[in-house]
């Protein structure tokens, strides 16, 4: 296990397309979190998920964004309708239920939306 | 809410100067607070968090609720620390999501 993996590593895409991302998260971690990066600033929570259970969402998660874990393992993130607003990178990162636990993190999908 | 500020954006010192990197807090309740580095071309991880305690790479933390600081230290600073520095914040035992600060960029020169 090389750690929290996401696909595709880039991604350009026209307005109004929609898009999909996947996170496979290190194979024993329960817990798994999307963040959004946007240039000069930092990672900006996202959603939440312990096992196939979402957790939490933020309320700056527009009704475009969806996210599923459908057993437990991996996860995508469905953004519909892009917008030049949503160019950014996205983060997945994953971790044990346990107090005081890391958060490891993948590499981010970079998402260009011309 | 959560709120972490890290007032500067970059740090530029020299090898073997002494470094600290800001990080103020707002929350209510009890924090657990971390420092996230990400090197060129890598990805975030984690540097070190309070609970632990620990002196990572030469890196210290200690969290001040006085003054609802964590600001990260390293008396002399070395080529190999120059990346991107994320102060963090979640509910003490919640595990749950990080709320991050803006970061800073530590450049160490030669």
Not at chain 1, 23 to 41: F, V
Not at chain 1, 63 to 83: C, H, M, N, V, W
Request: proline share 5%.
């Amino acid at each position: 296990d090389t750690g929290v993996s996401q696909d595709p590593r880039h991604k350009i895409t026209k307005r109004g397309q929609n898009v999909t991302f996947r996170c496979d998260p290190i194979s024993e971690h329960n817990r798994l979190y999307w963040y959004r990066q946007t240039l000069g600033q930092g990672p900006e929570f996202l959603t939440y998920f312990q096992n196939e259970a979402q957790l939490e969402k933020s309320r700056l998660l527009s009704d475009r964004f969806s996210a599923e874990r459908p057993k437990g393992s991996f996860s995508t993130l469905e953004i519909q309708r892009t917008e030049q607003g949503d160019s950014a990178m996205y983060l997945c990162a994953s971790s044990i239920r346990d107090r005081g636990s890391e958060q490891y993190f993948g590499p981010g999908t970079r998402l260009t939306v011309t | 809410a959560q709120r972490v500020t890290q007032p500067e954006k970059l740090l530029s010192v020299f090898k073997g100067a002494p470094v600290e990197l800001k990080c103020n807090y707002s929350y209510s309740g009890s924090p657990e607070l971390f420092w996230y580095v990400q090197y060129s071309r890598q990805r975030l991880q984690l540097l070190l968090r309070h609970i632990s305690r620990e002196s990572i790479k030469g890196f210290t933390a200690d969290l001040n609720k006085g003054e609802t600081s964590f600001h990260l230290k390293k008396p002399f600073a070395q080529e190999e620390d120059s990346a991107m520095y994320y102060c963090a914040l979640t509910p003490y035992g919640a595990n749950s999501k990080l709320t991050f600060g803006k970061g800073i960029t530590l450049s160490v020169r030669p």
